[in-house]
């Protein structure tokens, strides 16, 4: 059956985000990552483990290989996400948010049982970092892809893990032994990755949007991060039944609020001029944008897309401006 991509939004308030890249964005950064954190599964059954329990594919992915994948509960609604690699046959390794990594951790290991393998928080094994530009695609003179699904790999003691590229700037996730030397390029600020995180158009479970989202309102479908065809896991006829009949009304968009004396959170509410009683929308990741005020992904109903004015926090809190996403959405199936 075909999937087509639907539109781009077409709010009036729509901006272009490259109109916004800092002219002094340096083109070979690197950023440490501490607000992420590593689980390790280790064993003969952590593929399988992990392929009843997430919404991609673990079995048939290959050693050196990575993908983007949730982990829902029964309702479907996002626990956690995670970019996880296939280190070995017998050892996979997922990077989250840290704030959410211990109860994720311990969620997960309930349903062990009597599957050969043992999960662990690996967080302090290593030191991880994003990469941009120039930094991200000279690596062993080996270039990494850019998008999430096949990653660079393993080289020497390090692992490299190509993203989707932001404003058309190549990114790579390192992770490092713990106490490693930095990399070889410029030093970037935390805050300027978590900006180009946003502005991939990606966002990441943290803990005030635990279980607020099922997997497309976060366009997970849209980039790679749901196989549709794979075995069951907690949550699946939820996440196919909003794809397959045609139930989805909430898609994440990118916006830009100007105002700098109203910073968004994220669990905020968002609202649209057609409604001020009822929010139309959440904001599910937020950064500060270095040129003015701050950038957001929202999750909200299409229909707030199209036209008409959104407002963060109540109906006349600061204007949101529509980015445009750098990837296409697609349509219910």
């Not at 990118?254 to 009683?277: K, L, Y």
């Not at 959440?282 to 004015?309: F, L, R």
Request: charged content about 15%; aromatic content about 6%.
């Amino acid at each position: 059956m075909i999937i087509q991509a639907m539109h781009t939004p077409s709010n009036p308030s729509q901006i272009n985000a490259t109109d916004q890249l800092p002219d002094n964005l340096p083109k070979n950064g690197a950023a440490k990552l501490n607000h992420l954190g590593v689980i390790r599964a280790l064993g003969e059954d952590a593929a399988k483990f992990l392929q009843g329990q997430l919404t991609n594919d673990f079995v048939l992915l290959g050693v050196n290989q990575s993908r983007l994948a949730a982990y829902c509960s029964p309702k479907g609604r996002m626990l956690a996400s995670f970019m996880g690699f296939k280190k070995s046959n017998d050892e996979i390794l997922l990077v989250c948010n840290l704030d959410i990594l211990p109860q994720t951790l311990k969620r997960l290991s309930m349903y062990v049982m009597r599957a050969k393998l043992k999960l662990s928080d690996a967080s302090s094994e290593f030191d991880l970092y994003g990469l941009l530009g120039h930094a991200s695609t000279t690596i062993n003179n080996i270039a990494p892809q850019a998008i999430n699904t096949t990653p660079t790999g393993q080289f020497d003691d390090k692992i490299w893990l190509a993203l989707r590229p932001a404003l058309g700037l190549n990114r790579t996730l390192l992770l490092a032994p713990s106490g490693s030397a930095p990399p070889a390029a410029e030093s970037i600020s935390n805050e300027l990755w978590q900006w180009l995180e946003v502005q991939a158009g990606i966002a990441h479970i943290s803990t005030p949007i635990v279980e607020a989202f099922v997997p497309q309102m976060l366009n997970y479908e849209s980039v790679e991060g749901v196989n549709f065809k794979k075995g069951c896991y907690p949550g699946q006829e939820v996440v196919a039944r909003s794809q397959f009949r045609g139930t989805l009304k909430r898609r994440a968009y990118i916006v830009q609020i100007d105002d700098a004396e109203a910073p968004p959170t994220v669990g905020q509410d968002v609202f649209h001029s057609s409604d001020a009683e009822q929010a139309c929308g959440t904001v599910a990741q937020v950064a500060v944008n270095p040129n003015v005020g701050y950038t957001a992904i929202v999750s909200m109903q299409i229909s707030a897309s199209e036209d008409g004015q959104l407002s963060l926090g109540i109906a006349s809190g600061a204007a949101m401006k529509l980015l445009a996403l750098p990837y296409a959405l697609l349509d219910d199936i």
